[in-house]
């Protein structure tokens, strides 16, 4: 065996390249249903603080409140990249919760009060 390292060929380095490449386009698919379930995730946390917003502002004004309101009322921002809209309906709110930060894969979710218990529960919807 020569004491000099003579390197690496041509062939060598392609096939390193060709096996990385291989590696890379199995594990980045992965990755991205990880992203759509994290959008998701924020969704359902700002339908939850929504819900929690509009119970505090019921305790206090006896009454449901708009986005804008809660906001004046310093009760409630939503994340950054999702946009939400409360309707008030009757005597209760509907709440819809968008995130369009990938054009591509637009996501909402809703919740209508009375009807639904909880985020989790009955009057709770994702897309």
């Not at 060929?9 to 490449?21: A, D, F, K, N, Y």
């Not at 009757?90 to 709440?95: A, D, E, M, Q, R």
Request: proline share 5%; aromatic share 8%; with cysteine.
């Amino acid at each position: 065996m020569p004491k000099s390292f003579r390197g690496l060929t041509l062939i060598e380095l392609l096939i390193i390249i060709v096996i990385i490449g291989i590696l890379l386009a199995v594990a980045i698919p992965k990755f991205g249903g990880r992203r759509d379930k994290e959008r998701l995730g924020e969704l359902r946390t700002d339908i939850r603080n929504a819900q929690r917003a509009e119970d505090a502002y019921f305790d206090q004004f006896k009454g449901y409140a708009s986005v804008e309101q809660l906001r004046a009322a310093h009760l409630y921002n939503p994340s950054i990249g999702d946009s939400v809209a409360i309707t008030l309906k009757g005597p209760g709110y509907s709440v819809n919760a968008v995130n369009s930060v990938d054009p591509e894969n637009v996501q909402s979710c809703s919740f209508v009060f009375p009807g639904g218990s909880n985020a989790n529960g009955a009057g709770f919807e994702c897309h």
